[in-house]
Structure formats: structure tokens, C-alpha cells
């Protein structure tokens, strides 16, 4: 019996901004999208990480009241929330990539502590942080 975590999940603003900006901006595919009346169960998941989920949810009930859910989002869209990490092969790469496609990078990639790394947001405001894998010697 395999056990671990499956999905982990951020506050957005609007899911079909986040679906456009997560599949299309960055590449990753939905691997559910469920509704149950209001409450919408989406999860995107990276193309090489097939048994991890990145649940895209909006703060909204039956997880928490309304005045908490606005507070939540208010510190999403001002990027208070711990920043994500994506590990790229090649940062300069990944980087001209999803420029590209769009994504507005608050800072670009550059070489410090025996690596490279670079900066971006979502359309809500969640932080990413973007790491060149380390050579494995």
C-alpha cells in the first residue's frame, strides 16, 4: 500500500483564469474537475509528476464563512501565501518558454547558492519560485 501526499492546494481569485494560466501558461493538464452545487473540485497536475495534484480551489463554504473567504483572497492577491517551487532542467529555457506563453516573471533567472532560480506569480497573486534542478554527480 503506497501512501503520501496527493494533492496540495492554493487559494485563486477565478478557477478558469487559473485553468488557463496553469495548463496553458504553464503546461500542466486538469486531472479533475467536479462540481457539487457552488463548490468546485479542480485539480491540475505537472505532466512528470502524474501521482501529485495541485488542487486550484476558491476560499468559499463548506471550508470557511464568507468574511473569511475575502480575507483569504485579499492576501492571496497580495502575495502573503507561502511562494510554490517548480524545478526546471533549465531555468534560461523554461524561462524564455513560459515568457513566451505569457507568464510575467517578477524576477528573472539568475545564479546564486550553486543554482539558478527565478520568480513569478499566478493571476490571484500565488508566489512561485522557480529552481534549476541540480546536476546529480
Do not use: C
Amino acid at each position: 500500500m503506497t501512501q503520501g501526499v496527493q494533492v496540495a492546494g492554493l487559494y485563486v481569485r477565478n478557477q478558469d483564469e487559473a485553468v488557463d494560466f496553469y495548463v496553458g501558461k504553464l503546461g500542466f493538464r486538469v486531472h479533475t474537475d467536479a462540481r457539487n452545487g457552488d463548490y468546485r473540485w479542480l485539480t491540475v497536475q505537472h505532466p512528470d509528476q502524474p501521482d501529485f495534484q495541485l488542487g486550484l480551489f476558491r476560499p468559499q463554504a463548506p471550508m470557511v464563512d464568507e468574511a473569511t473567504a475575502q480575507r483569504l483572497e485579499e492576501a492571496v492577491a497580495k502575495g502573503a501565501m507561502p511562494p510554490l517551487v517548480l524545478v526546471v532542467d533549465d531555468i534560461r529555457a523554461a524561462f524564455e518558454a513560459m515568457r513566451g506563453r505569457g507568464v510575467e516573471f517578477t524576477q528573472e533567472p539568475i545564479e546564486r547558492y550553486g543554482s539558478a532560480d527565478a520568480s513569478f506569480r499566478d493571476p490571484s497573486g500565488n508566489g512561485w519560485k522557480m529552481i534549476q534542478a541540480r546536476a546529480q554527480g
